[in-house]
Every structure is written in structure tokens, then in C-alpha cells.
């Protein structure tokens, strides 16, 4: 299917399968329950999983395939928002514009950075990237502000030029759109208790990462791909064969800024607003943890890491004393106080204790990623289905 070996298809259909059902995946339990505090089928929460995978899966192309750690994804990820808010301000709300814009602009400047960086390797390579990043991190913040609004960012107005767009009566901003369909637009589907929102927005930008994890794939297995895991496992050897590493190697980062500029422009289409704080080096470290506590090197891991990261950042830090003392409030007063105490240092602001913690049972236990943990329960599973089919008399060898 698509090109895809049987296996490759049945992820990508798995992926999309569990992209479409999302809003009731994520909505377990009923509105008004005291574990409604963990549903996560809300739009702007899917939008940040869906968009924040696609950061994941193009900095996976590039540190995964060819082990170069950058740190200062984050300014592709900027970059490429100024350029699709520009694009809503000048030309039109119509998101396509300003998405195609950020992956060109973002793709121009990582090829830039790219040349200049990949003169080194190793921790050098790390270091020049984050300096690029925080270089651009303080032009946005304080030097370019007639360009990116510096501390406040940038905002659709009123008095805007949009060319291609006719202009309001009632001086209202008009929205982000897909030819008319609005990103904001949603629809309520009440079962009982549950309450599912199917949202505009997030289901074009779960379309485009679908989009984009295909086109990963395809990356993944093509000889570019092969290519790409020889300079991972043996720069030398490749010198020797007589390859140059480095276009291949500057064509991955180019792919990866791509990803981040395509991931910055749905951000601004999402939430039509840009700022500075998007390039700042805490993000491009988010996206690290992400692509590990995912699985680097995987298809789906740096999804699945996206979306662990997010849900603990918009979940776990909503809680707070009192949500845990209404969970608890069965038990004797003494024991609620005692539980409530030693479970609040993990949630509402110390989240990232829970994320801490989680990050070093990963890199300790399982290095491959969440990836890994599934691979290990599946093989217990088959491990407990083959004695089941001794017992029952079954064979597992072909018949002759």
C-alpha cells in the first residue's frame, strides 16, 4: 500500500485508526467524575500531540538515522512560525499560504546553519547548533522586534493589508481557515456521561501529520535511508569506500529543519499567534526527550514520546491539592493527609519531577524507548501463547 512493505502499511493504518478516533480514545471517562481530570480528548491538547509529533518525527530523521544531536531545533520551529503569521498578516487566513511558506523559509535557513554546523561533529556539533538557536532566540526577542513583535509576539489585526482576503464589516479578525472551513469550528457528540469534541482543526492537522509520518517511513527505508544509518555506524568506512557523508548528512538536517518549520506554521494556524519563546533552547531539549523517551531511531516512537510529554504537561500539572484530597477523601483524614503529601511533590508544578523520574527509567530499563516496552509485552504475550499451543496438541511447523 503507498509503496509501504505489509508491515510499514499496517503501522501507518494503525496510526491513522487511532489519529481519527482520538477525541473518544482520549476521553475515557464521563464529564463531571472525579478521573475527568485525565481525559485528554479536548482540541488544543490534540492539536499540541499531533503537531508536536511532527517536530519529533523530523528531528528522528536527522538525530535517529544519522546520530547528529541538535540542539537548537527550536529555531526552525520559530522560524517557521514568523513566516506562516507573516503570511496571515500580508496575504490571507487561509492556512495553506503560511504553512507552505514556514517549510520553504525553514528549510532555507537549516540548509545555512546546516553548512556551517556540519563542518563539526560530535558535542562541537551539539554546541554550534544551540549558539545558532539562541542567536536567533535574542534577534526575536529584543533586536528584530518591528518583525516579530519582540516580548509580545505576533497577532493577526484588523488593520491588517490580506490581500486576498475581503475585508470585514465588522472589524472583526477573521479566523484561520481551510478554503471557508474555520480551525476553531467543532462538534459536540454527547453519549451519557461522555461528552466527544470533534474539532476542524485538529483533524487537518492530524492529516498532515499522517502526511508526514508516511513520507518518514518512506525516508526510512529508501536506500537515502540506508545512506543516512552508514554515517550513524561508520563515517570512516564510508570515507574509505569513497562516499562524502556530508550531503547526505546536510540534506537530513535540511528534511528535519523542514519538519520543524512545517510544525511551527500549524502551531500559528492552530493558535494564530507567534512569539519568540518558541526558539528558546528549552524547546529544542523538549524535543530531544521526546525523540528518546519515544524510541530514537523508530517510526512511531518520537509520536509516542511527543504525546507522553504533552499529556503529563497539560494533565498531571492540573492537579492540585485540592483535586487529590477529593480523590482520597474516603480514607481516615490522617492517611488522606499523608497520601496527599507524598503524592502533590509529583503533580501541579512539579510535574517535571514525574517527567525526571520517568526519563531515567527509560534511559535505565529501556533504552530502545516506549517503543521497546510495547516490543517487550507483546514478546511475554507470544511467550504465553506458545506453551497454550503445546498443551493443545497445535504444531507450529508448516505442514509437509
Known amino acids: 500500500m503507498f509503496g509501504l512493505n505489509p508491515k510499514d502499511a499496517r503501522l501507518l493504518i494503525i496510526v491513522a485508526i487511532m489519529v481519527v478516533a482520538a477525541p473518544v480514545l482520549l476521553n475515557p471517562f464521563p464529564e463531571g467524575s472525579n478521573l ?19 517536530f519529533a518525527i523530523g528531528f528522528n530523521i536527522l538525530f535517529g538515522l544519522t546520530g547528529y544531536l541538535s540542539f537548537g531545533h527550536a ?5 517557521g512560525s514568523y513566516a506562516a503569521i507573516w503570511m496571515m498578516k500580508l496575504l490571507t487566513m487561509n492556512i495553506i499560504p503560511g504553512i507552505i511558506v514556514s517549510v520553504i523559509v525553514a528549510g532555507v535557513f537549516s540548509l545555512a546553519v546546516g553548512w556551517i554546523s556540519l563542518r563539526r561533529s560530535g558535542i562541537y556539533f551539539s554546541i554550534l547548533t544551540l549558539a545558532f538557536a539562541q542567536m536567533c532566540y535574542s534577534l526575536a526577542y529584543s533586536v528584530l522586534t518591528p518583525i516579530t513583535g519582540g516580548e509580545t509576539g505576533l497577532q493577526p489585526k484588523v488593520n491588517d493589508p490580506r490581500i486576498l482576503d475581503a475585508a470585514t464589516n465588522d472589524g472583526v479578525v477573521p479566523k484561520t481557515n481551510l478554503f471557508g472551513l474555520e480551525m476553531t469550528s467543532s462538534t459536540e457528540i454527547v453519549m451519557g456521561g461522555w461528552v466527544f469534541t470533534l474539532n476542524a482543526g485538529y483533524y487537518v492537522a492530524a492529516l498532515v501529520m499522517l502526511i508526514s509520518f508516511y513520507i518518514s517511513i518512506r525516508i526510512f527505508r529508501s536506500p537515502f535511508g540506508v545512506m543516512l544509518r552508514a554515517v550513524k555506524s561508520n563515517q570512516q568506512r564510508m570515507n574509505y569506500t569513497g562516499l562524502n557523508p556530508k550531503p547526505y548528512t546536510l540534506a537530513a538536517f535540511v528534511i528535519s529543519g523542514m519538519y520543524a518549520g512545517l510544525a511551527g506554521g500549524l502551531m500559528v494556524a492552530m493558535d494564530t499567534q507567534a512569539g519568540a519563546d518558541r526558539m528558546f533552547w528549552t524547546a529544542s531539549g523538549e524535543v530531544v526527550l521526546m525523540t528518546i523517551l519515544g524510541g530514537v531511531g523508530t517510526l ?11 499529556y503529563m504537561e497539560n494533565i498531571l500539572s492540573k492537579i492540585n491539592k485540592d483535586i487529590l484530597h477529593q480523590w482520597f477523601a474516603l480514607l481516615p483524614d490522617g492517611l488522606e493527609d499523608v497520601i496527599v503529601a507524598l503524592i502533590y511533590p509529583f503533580v501541579g508544578k512539579g510535574w517535571h519531577l514525574t517527567l525526571g523520574l520517568l526519563f531515567m527509567l527509560v534511559v535505565i530499563f529501556l533504552p ?33
Open 75 to 79: 529555531a526552525f520551529l520559530g522560524i
Open 368 to 400: 530502545g524507548g516506549l517503543v521497546e516496552g510495547g516490543q517487550r509485552i507483546a514478546a511475554l504475550f507470544k511467550r504465553k501463547r506458545k506453551p497454550e499451543d503445546a498443551r493443545s496438541g497445535k504444531s507450529t511447523e508448516p505442514a509437509e
Open 36 to 54: 475527568a481530570q485525565f481525559n485528554a480528548g479536548y482540541p488544543d491538547l490534540m492539536q499540541r500531540f499531533v503537531i508536536f509529533g511532527i
Open 300 to 310: 512511531i516512537g518520537p509520536v509516542l514520546g511527543a504525546g507522553a510529554i504533552k
